[in-house]
T-cell receptor, first 113, second 112 residues
Framework: KAGVTQTPRYLIKTRGQQVTLSCSPI?????VSWYQQTPGQGLQFLFE???????NKGNFPGRFSGRQFSNSRSEMNVSTLELGDSALYLC????????????FGQGTRLTVV | GENVEQHPSTLSVQEGDSAVIKCTYS??????FPWYKQELGKGPQLIID?????GEKKDQRIAVTLNKTAKHFSLHITETQPEDSAVYFC???????????FGKGTTLSVSS
C-alpha cells in the first residue's frame, strides 16, 4: 500500500513569488491536513480538508491557501513568499474525518531566498 | 488538544536504559493521543497511540500511559537502542476534532 506522497521534495523560491505544493493521500483516505515545521515553532497546523471541504484553518495569514480535489489529492499554495516561509511542509492523511491514525508524507522542503 | 506541552526537550541515555517522555494537554474532551517519531530528513512516523478509554498500551519495547484525570500521557521506551535516536512528538486532537496539535518535540539520543 503506497504511503502519502508529497511533491516536490525540495523547492527554492525567491521572495515575492508564489508556490504550489502537492499531496497525494493514502488510497481511500479522505482527510488531508497540512502542517508547517520549523525549528523554532515546531509542527504548526495550517488547514484540514475532508471531502473537498476545508473544515479547519490554523493561525496563518491569508497568503496560505489550499484545496482538495475529488480524488482526495490536495494542494497548498503560498503567495507573495517571505523569508520566514522557509520550512518543511508536511501533509498527513487519515481514513475518516478525525485525525486518528494520521500518516505523514516525507514533506516538501521550501527555501525562500 | 489546543495546547500540548512536552518534556523534556532533549534526552540522552545509554544503550539499554529506559527513556520516558511526558506530555500534558489542556482540552479535557480530548480522546486520542498519538506519538510520532521523526528521523532526519523524513516525515513523522506514527509509532503508537492510545484512546481515552484505555490507561496503558504496549507494543514491544514502547508503551504509552494515559492519566485522564491529570491530563497527561507518557511514552516509555525500554532497552533503548541507537536506532531509537530521533525526535519524538506527542499530539492530541484540536477542539474541532479535525487535526492534531503537537508538542514541541523531544530529541532522544541513545549512545552505545
Amino acid at each position: 500500500k503506497a504511503g502519502v506522497t508529497q511533491t516536490p521534495r525540495y523547492l527554492i523560491k525567491t521572495r515575492g513569488q508564489q508556490v504550489t505544493l502537492s499531496c497525494s493521500p493514502i488510497s481511500g483516505h479522505r482527510s488531508v491536513s497540512w502542517y508547517q515545521q520549523t525549528p523554532g515553532q515546531g509542527l504548526q497546523f495550517l488547514f484540514e480538508y475532508f471531502s473537498e471541504t476545508q473544515r479547519n484553518k490554523g493561525n496563518f495569514p491569508g497568503r496560505f491557501s489550499g484545496r482538495q480535489f475529488s480524488n482526495s489529492r490536495s494542494e497548498m499554495n503560498v503567495s507573495t513568499l517571505e523569508l520566514g516561509d522557509s520550512a518543511l511542509y508536511l501533509c498527513a492523511s487519515s481514513l475518516a474525518g478525525t485525525p486518528t491514525e494520521a500518516f505523514f508524507g516525507q514533506g516538501t522542503r521550501l527555501t525562500v531566498v | 488538544g489546543e495546547n500540548v506541552e512536552q518534556h523534556p526537550s532533549t534526552l540522552s541515555v545509554q544503550e539499554g536504559d529506559s527513556a520516558v517522555i511526558k506530555c500534558t494537554y489542556s482540552d479535557s474532551a480530548s480522546n486520542y493521543f498519538p506519538w510520532y517519531k521523526q528521523e532526519l530528513g523524513k516525515g513523522p512516523q506514527l509509532i503508537i497511540d492510545i484512546r481515552s478509554n484505555v490507561g496503558e498500551k504496549k507494543d514491544q519495547r514502547i508503551a504509552v500511559t494515559l492519566n485522564k484525570t491529570a491530563k497527561h500521557f507518557s511514552l516509555h521506551i525500554t532497552e533503548t537502542q541507537p536506532e531509537d535516536s530521533a525526535v519524538y512528538f506527542c499530539a492530541a486532537p484540536n477542539q474541532a476534532g479535525t487535526a492534531l496539535i503537537f508538542g514541541k518535540g523531544t530529541t532522544l539520543s541513545v549512545s552505545s
